[in-house]
C-alpha cells in the first residue's frame, strides 16, 4: 500500500488521469515461443506480468472421444498424437491401462524392449525440448546440434517401428517386432556418443553467465505449491520434490534398472533444465542396462485376436516424457471402450504456469513457458 | 566556379557513387556470410541452392522484397511510417564518408587522391552524432506502427540504444585522447610505425565492442527484435522495401561499427613493419591496394567476431541488458578514460 506520508497530495481527477493502466498483451496462439497453438493474455504494469490467463483448446480435436467409437486395437494409433513428440510412450500407457482391464501379463522381454523404446523416447523428447528452449532464450545453435542427435533417434525407430515421428508402437499384449538386425548395435554407438555430445550443449549453456541469468532464481515453486498444483515430472522435480512414477509405481520392470531421478533445489528455471539434461543421461544408462540385459522369450502375451475387457475400469500411468501420464479407461464389456480419459501431464502443469509468471517479466513468460515443456496436443486432446 | 572546385565536386561525386555502390554490395553479401557462416556453426549449409554456394540468394532476397505489396497497417500513422525506415538507414550509409580506407595515393603528376569522402576534422564525432539519429529510425518506426508489440520492442531500444551509446563514446573519447584529434585519419597515422591502439587501449577496445554489438542490437543484445519474445519488435509490421530498408540498415550499421573499430583500435589500413617511408614512396598505388586490402580482412575479422557470438550466446532480458550497461561498461569506461588521461599526461610528453 502507499505510504500516506510520502504520496504528495495530488487533486483527486489529477491523480486518476496520472494513474497507468495495466496492458493487456495477447501472446496470441500464432506465436514463435508458445510451443504450439497456446494463448496467453498477459496484464502487464509496464514490463512486470501481473496476471495471465491461459487460453487453452485450439488443438482440440475430441480425442477421448473419438475412441469411444473404435476397437481398443483401432484406438490405439491416435494416442500418439497426443504429445506428438513423447509418442511412444503415450503408446504405452494406453496399452497398460487396456492390459490392466484385460489383466494379462506381459513377457519379461517385451517389457525390456518397451524400456528401451521409452527411454530412447525420452532423450528424443529432452532434445527437442532444450533445442526450442535453448533457441526462446536466444541460443539458437543449441537447437540444430539437438536435432541432429534427435535424427539418429528417429531412425532407429524408423528402422523398428517404422515411422520416425508417431509409430503406434506398441500392440495390447506386447510389441511387434524384435530389434532388426544391426539395430542394436547403431543403439549402442549412439549411447556411447550421447553423453559427450550432452556434454557440448552442457558446455554451451549450463555454466553461461547469460544463460544463468536468464533461468536462476525465474519462476520459482515451491515443493508445497508443486504437489498442491498437482505438477509432475521434471517440473515437479525441479522443485525438489521426489516422484518418478518410474521409482514410485514401477512398470514394466523398471525396478531392474539402476539410474538415478536428478531433482533440483531450487525449483526455479535453471533447475527444471538441470534435471532435464540429468535425465537425459540417465536414460542412456537405463537403454545400456536394458540391453545388456535382455531377455529371451515371447514377444507378445497369447491373447485372443478380439480385445473384450470385461465390465470395469482401470487407471495405469507411466512417467512420460512431461511429467506423469494416465490412461483411466472404462469398459462395458463391449469391444469399444466406454470411456478413455487422458490424464495428461501438460495440461496439469499448465496450471502452474501462473504461479511462476507472476511478478515477473514478458521475457521471463517465455522462459517459463519452455520451462513447463508442454505439448498442446496433450493439453487439449 | 573555377575548375579546381568543379573538379573537387566530381571527384567527390565520384568517390561517393563507388563507395554507395560498394557499401550496398557489402551490406547484401554480409547477409550472405551471415547466413553461411551461422549454418556452418550450426551443423547445416545456409543457402546453397541459389547460384553457386548461394551467392545470387542477396540478390533474389533483394528482388522478393521489392516486389512484395507494400502494407500500411490501418492504426498506423503513415507519414511517419513511411519516413522511419529513412531515419534508420541514412545514417548509417552517411557514416561511411568520414572512414578512411586506404593509405593517400600521391601519383607522380602530384595529384593527390584520398580514399576517404570527407575527411573532416571532426571526425569521429561527426559520426557520433550521426549514428545516434539511427535511433529516431527505430522509435518513430515502433510508435507509428499503431501496435502493441512494435511499441514495446520499439522502447526497449531506445533505452538500449541510449543506455550503450555513453559507454561506447567514453571508449572512443579514450582513442582520441590518445591520437590527438577527432580526425579518423589522424588516428589511423597516429598508429602507423606504433602500436595499434587496441594494446594500450584494450579496455577501451573491449568497451567499444560490447557497446557496438548492444547499439546494432545484435545478439545477445537482440531483445528489441527477438523473435521468440515480441514477434519481430520494432519492425513488425514493416514488410517489403520499408522491412528491406531496416534490415539493410542493421548490416551497414554492422559493417560500419566494424570499419570504425579496425581505424580506431587496428590501425585501419596500417599494415605493420610495412616499410611505408621506403616502399610506400616508390610504389604509392600498389601501397594503397595493400592498405585497402588490410582494412577489408580487419573489418572482416570484426564481422566474424559478430557472427560467431550471435551463433554461441542466449540473449539478455532487457533490464538485465540496460544493468550492464549503466552499472558495469560505464565504470570501466570512465575508469579506461582516467586511466589514458594520466598516461597521456604524465608519461607521454
Known sequence: ?381 | MNNHALIQIGMSLLKIVILLGIVAFCVAYAVWIERRLLGFFQSRLGPNRVGPAGLIQPIADGLKLILKEDIIPANARPFLFKLAPVFAIVPAFVGFSIITFAPRWVTASGHNHAFVIADVNIGILFLMAISSLGIFGIILGGWSSGSKYPLLGSLRSASQMLAYEVPLTLAVLSVILMAGSFRLSDIIKAQQGHLAFIFPLILAFGVYLISAVAETNRAPFDLPEAESELVAGFHTEYSGMRFAFYFLAEYANIILVCCVATSLFLGGWVIPFFPYETFGAAHPWLTSIFGLAAFGIKAVLFLYFYLWIRATFPRYRYDQLLKIGWTVLLPIALVNLFLVAGIKLYLLR
Open chain 1, 1 to 381: 500500500m502507499p505510504n500516506e506520508a510520502l504520496t504528495p497530495k495530488v487533486e483527486a481527477p489529477l491523480r486518476k488521469a496520472l494513474e497507468s493502466k495495466e496492458m493487456e498483451l495477447n501472446m496470441g496462439p500464432q506465436h514463435p515461443a508458445t510451443h504450439g497453438v497456446f494463448r496467453a493474455i498477459l496484464s502487464l504494469d509496464g514490463e512486470k506480468v501481473v496476471g495471465i490467463e491461459p487460453v487453452i483448446g485450439y488443438l482440440h480435436r475430441g480425442i477421448e472421444k473419438w475412441a469411444e467409437f473404435r476397437t481398443y486395437q483401432q484406438a490405439a494409433p491416435i494416442f500418439d498424437r497426443l504429445d506428438y513428440v513423447g509418442a511412444v510412450i503415450n503408446s504405452h500407457a494406453y496399452v497398460q491401462a487396456v492390459e490392466k482391464l484385460l489383466q494379462v501379463e506381459i513377457p519379461k522381454k517385451a517389457q525390456y524392449i518397451r524400456v528401451v523404446l521409452d527411454e530412447l523416447q525420452r532423450i528424443a523428447n529432452h532434445l527437442l525440448w532444450l533445442g526450442t528452449h535453448a533457441l526462446d532464450l536466444g541460443a539458437m545453435t543449441v537447437l540444430f546440434y539437438c536435432l541432429r542427435e534427435r535424427e539418429v533417434i528417429m531412425d532407429l525407430f524408423e528402422a523398428m517401428l517404422g515411422q520416425r515421428l508417431l509409430p503406434n508402437a506398441y500392440p495390447i499384449g506386447g510389441v511387434r517386432f524384435d530389434f532388426p538386425r544391426n539395430w542394436e548395435k547403431v543403439c549402442r554407438d549412439f549411447l556411447e556418443r550421447f553423453p559427450r555430445l550432452v556434454d557440448d550443449y552442457e558446455k554451451l549453456l549450463s555454466e553461461n553467465r547469460i544463460w544463468k541469468q536468464r533461468t536462476r532464481g525465474i519462476g520459482i515453486v515451491t515443493p508445497e505449491e508443486a504437489i498442491d498444483l498437482g505438477l509432475s515430472g521434471p517440473t515437479l522435480r525441479g522443485s525438489g520434490v521426489n516422484f518418478d512414477v518410474r521409482k514410485a509405481m514401477p512398470y514394466s520392470s523398471y525396478e531392474d534398472f539402476d539410474f538415478e531421478v536428478p531433482l533440483g533445489t531450487r525449483g526455479d528455471v535453471y533447475d527444471r533444465y538441470m534435471c532435464r539434461v540429468r535425465e537425459m543421461r540417465q536414460s542412456t544408462r537405463i537403454v545400456s542396462q536394458a540391453l545388456d540385459g535382455m531377455p529371451e522369450g515371447e514377444l507378445k502375451a497369447k491373447m485372443s485376436k478380439i480385445i473384450k475387457p470385461k465390465a470395469g475400469e482401470a487407471y495405469a500411468c507411466v512417467e512420460g516424457t512431461k511429467g506423469q501420464l494416465g490412461f483411466y479407461i472404462v469398459s462395458d464389456g463391449s469391444k469399444q471402450p466406454w470411456r478413455v480419459h487422458v490424464r495428461a501431464p501438460s495440461f496439469v502443469n499448465l496450471q502452474g504456469l501462473e504461479t511462476m509468471v507472476m511478478g515477473e517479466l514478458v521475457a521471463d513468460v517465455v522462459a517459463n513457458i519452455g520451462s513447463l515443456d508442454i505439448v498442446l496436443g496433450e493439453v487439449d486432446r
